[in-house]
């Protein structure tokens, strides 16, 4: 088996799943009980926000909310805002080529009368500062960038992009740093809001943080509970919680020499693919090597990656979210490629544990696979 989606999930780390078993059993109190032991639980839940903020570089400034994932974090970001500071403005942005579940929940706020726009992205994938400063006015409350896309790998200028916000008192700035966090060196001080999941760092699926400046109020999405300093209402997985972060502080201590082995197997499949006449590459040069996007001129992606899933090897055509729904990839079309390419693209995402070898495993693959195939 050849796993190259793992920009979709990792798998969990060994000692991440020992570790959750053995939280799990000793610290099985609920951390909102009075006793000792649910004060014992407590203790080790805010030392995992701790952990969780150290790793990111961030300090009192910020807090940080345990819950499922991304999804669930950027529902509680649009949510919050918009009940708690309607008042302030109507206007919410998001880059054009946001998560479904930032790009779907914005959109779906227009049924409640806010005036909900995409930001057009360069032929990179980017937000520009120019074309974010050229949206931005006094109506806008809520301004949500990807720090890296999920499909293609684009890198983000997200303290750039964040003090352009910075310049408007009533609007917050929001990114989403799943495929960036732990993964991707980044400055994230000037964000009001961060989400992303666990399990895209070695740590389990429903695990996930929103990490918030310290000062904002939001009104609770979750109703029936105060955990969470008020943010979301219902026990915590304390395991899940302290998994993540020790996941997290793993993943950022190494994550300079991981992206340098990333870089190489990158760099590599780069090369080889370069090489194939129909393949037209889509990810940027100075993307996250964490990910490589290319598409077919003349054969079908799905066909493509079906025959790669009978050799037990698996990526993905677009993100695993999108998958079921679309047949073609509105990231790509948003960076001005054509139908062909946007309908007909795959996604390789690497992890250190890949090898030269794996790589050329892969191109073999998929060599053999387009002369065997018959073109669309
Ligand atoms: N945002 C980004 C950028 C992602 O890559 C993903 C996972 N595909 C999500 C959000 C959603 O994560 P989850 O499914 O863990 O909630």
Request: glycine residues 6%.
């Amino acid at each position: 088996m050849l796993y190259l989606d793992n920009a979709a999930t990792t798998k969990p780390f060994p000692w991440a799943l020992e570790l959750y078993a053995k939280i799990a059993s000793t610290y099985f109190a609920n951390p909102s009980s009075i006793h000792y032991f649910g004060a014992s639980a407590k203790r080790e839940l805010e030392q995992a926000r701790e952990e969780v903020l150290s790793s990111l570089k961030l300090s009192s400034t910020h807090r940080c909310v345990f819950l499922s994932g991304a999804t669930e974090g950027n529902n509680m970001v649009f949510s919050g805002v918009t009940s708690t500071y309607a008042s302030r403005g109507k206007t919410i942005l998001f880059g054009a080529t946001e998560h479904p579940s930032v790009k779907e929940t914005a959109l779906s706020l227009t049924k409640l009368g806010f005036n909900v726009k995409p930001i057009p992205v360069n032929e990179e994938g980017k937000v520009t500062v120019e074309t974010l400063s050229s949206m931005m006015d006094k109506d806008v409350i809520l301004v949500s960038i990807m720090a890296v896309n999920n499909e293609v790998g684009t890198i983000n200028d997200i303290p750039a992009l964040a003090k352009v916000v910075k310049g408007y008192p009533k609007a917050f700035f929001h990114s989403d740093i799943t495929q960036s966090v732990g993964k991707v060196d980044m400055d994230y001080s000037l964000c009001d809001f961060l989400t992303f999941s666990g399990h895209k760092l070695g740590a389990l699926k429903g695990s996930g943080a929103l990490i918030l400046k310290s000062s904002i109020k939001l009104e609770s999405f979750h109703k029936g509970g105060t955990q969470e300093n008020g943010y979301r209402a219902g026990t915590v997985d304390l395991a899940g919680a302290m998994t993540l972060s020790k996941c997290l502080a793993y993943e950022e201590k190494h994550s300079e020499e991981n992206r340098y082995k990333v870089s190489l197997l990158n760099q590599h499949l780069r090369e080889s693919l370069e090489k194939i006449e129909e393949i037209e590459i889509n990810s940027p040069l100075d993307c996250s090597p964490y990910l490589l996007n290319f598409s077919f001129r003349l054969h079908k992606a799905s066909v493509i990656v079906e025959a790669l899933s009978e050799k037990e090897i698996y990526v993905s055509s677009i993100s695993a979210c999108s998958s079921k729904r679309e047949p073609s990839s509105y990231v790509l079309e948003a960076m001005g490629k054509d139908h062909i390419a946007y309908e007909n693209s795959i996604r390789v995402s690497f992890n250190p544990e890949l090898t030269i070898g794996d790589i050329d495993m892969f191109t073999g693959a998929l060599k053999q696979i387009l002369s065997e195939v018959k073109p669309r």
